[in-house]
């Protein structure tokens, strides 16, 4: 397997192109973390003018851990997936996957869009022998601790042997130890056995008569809840459920922001309360948890929000790092060999 | 249409019993309203001990605008829908929706659970004519106001020609006056034209080519943002994205309140900016949105949630109040007739 091959070095492939900040905040981030774990190396890939003018910025970074390749094809923002695919090579989004493929880099992120990386990513690395549809997964924070969300829109439509192989995949990635086994949701529409339609009930049953460790239905409040640490669903859901919560959010926060400068008295409360109430909300800080892996995958891909900045890309690339060194691509396969498809592909 | 027959008196049928609260909170709720609205005359459904007790507390409310109808038979809070279905006969809700479908009141309100009033909304009032499926809407209160979203879990496999409807009936509610045109939007993890799966694009070209206000795909976090009056989903999305979406709001209130005890600083912050935060937050309190539609039958119907204190209960009961007013299943049946179905049925 090709994670295995860089494992040692755990090299990581940047693609600093895809970012809504630009080149300067990727590279940033990138080196935020590298000088947070001494056991990975970059290699950077994009614009090489605009990366070296911002590596001049970081003279005390270790910077004998980097390497830079150049690329300059670029293709509109708006090329479609498939334009991306036929046109795409000598993009940075395409040379950082190629990295991984080839075997000089263990993992590859980017913040272009999904679609462009799971396509090349499926191209260039390809999926895993036995999977049938790679994945995305998001880290949700919770009320207690985080839980692994998948699909988040790489699959619209799926079967129950996906939506099975999806908490396969989630569990590889949450395993605290070798030894844990995280606990898998499948959301529906309520807990009885009754609720829900064909390919949810099926996977339902697939997952019981698994050796994973299976809960059984959540619904859409015990996400929130922390129930389980893996919940599982199609793409088109889990892509609304989280920019919904995303949106939700965001409206929360303004909400408040504006209640808290009604008065003197709210501003003055605001004032004295902000210290306890920022710490109080920083574990649920989107940027903590960036970085969202491509799981099915010959190799670690992470996908990083688009509007990231220094934070959410270091973070994005740490949590890559961590993915290679649990090789997660290779305990993967090791599941799927345990559990066999049942159905016919 | 039965809800014309009744429209002048405004009787609405409550199903008292299906609250997880009991009879004393639905019957208070249901007296607030009648306080609220001099239009209104209510038939109190369920068991008449029970009633009676709690409307001698109430010694000042209308009374004279209040019938009992006394009901015995009870089934088990765990019996499936087609329990309901064959055994259902003389239980509350089946009493109630029996007033409007023979014409005695104008709308029936009950929480008991939503699939048991839709089967049993089905069988006694039915579908208007040329409608797919009925459907379930709640008001989201968002940035700029209130969005209908609907299918919120009737319907969890759709066809395009059901969200069409969908759209169609959530834009009769949401509209403010018999000239005004709801702007609608159809939920999909992008606002490109190549995103979504078949359904969804089939009802995307439905959409446009009708006479409805639409304004196109939009995502997860649009919703909050308010960029619609109607959004439109299938039950299983609609369903995990209304559940998520309470789930998080409830753990990021957790969070504040835990943050707003953690010194004296923040407890004094807390104390001075409750007011105007109280005044901020009210708009979006769900209690004041109580009262989700199930939209598509000969008559109007409206889900309570089944954890209604007696103020929720109230918005319920007003809200059945105002779509009885507003014709809600005439104006569908024109707008029907206006668009008559696509596909074959």
Request: neutral net charge; aromatic residues 2%.
């Amino acid at each position: 397997m090709r994670a295995e091959q860089a494992s040692q070095k755990a090299t990581l492939a940047i693609d600093v192109m895809g970012g809504d900040h630009g080149v300067s905040v990727m590279v940033a981030g990138a080196l935020m973390a590298l000088e947070q774990d001494a056991s990975l190396a970059l290699t950077l890939v994009g614009d090489a003018d605009l990366i070296e003018q911002e590596l001049a910025q970081h003279a005390r970074t270790p910077l004998e851990r980097v390497t830079v390749i150049g690329t300059h094809a670029v293709l509109a923002a708006t090329a479609s997936p498939r334009a991306m695919l036929r046109q795409g090579q000598g993009t940075s989004i395409w040379q950082a996957l190629l990295e991984v493929a080839e075997g000089r880099a263990a993992a590859c992120v980017s913040a272009d869009n999904t679609a462009a990386l799971m396509l090349l990513g499926r191209k260039l690395l390809g999926p895993l022998q036995g999977i049938r549809r790679p994945a995305l997964m998001s880290q949700i924070p919770t009320a207690r601790g985080m839980t692994g969300l998948l699909d988040l829109g790489a699959n619209l439509e799926v079967s129950a042997e996906q939506l099975f192989q999806f908490a396969l995949m989630g569990s590889v990635v949450q395993a605290r130890t070798p030894q844990h086994r995280p606990l898998i949701g499948l959301l529906n529409v309520g807990h009885e056995e009754t609720k829900g339609h064909s390919v949810v009930r099926e996977a339902h049953d697939r997952l019981r008569r698994s050796s994973l460790n299976y809960h059984g239905y959540i619904e859409g409040h015990d996400l929130f809840a922390g129930r389980v640490d893996v919940a599982v669903c199609d793409g088109f859901a889990g892509n609304l459920i989280l920019k919904a919560s995303e949106g939700l959010a965001s409206m929360l926060a303004d909400t408040l922001r504006a209640g808290l400068q009604q008065s003197w008295r709210a501003r003055l409360g605001g004032l004295l309360a902000r210290p306890s109430l920022r710490r109080a909300l920083a574990p649920l800080n989107p940027d903590k948890h960036n970085g969202a892996p491509l799981l099915g995958l010959k190799g670690v891909v992470v996908k990083s929000h688009g509007r990231s900045g220094v934070l959410a890309t270091a973070n994005a690339v740490l949590e890559a790092g961590r993915e290679v060194k649990k090789n997660i691509p290779e305990r993967i396969s090791e599941m799927l060999v345990a559990h066999p498809a049942e159905d016919q592909a």
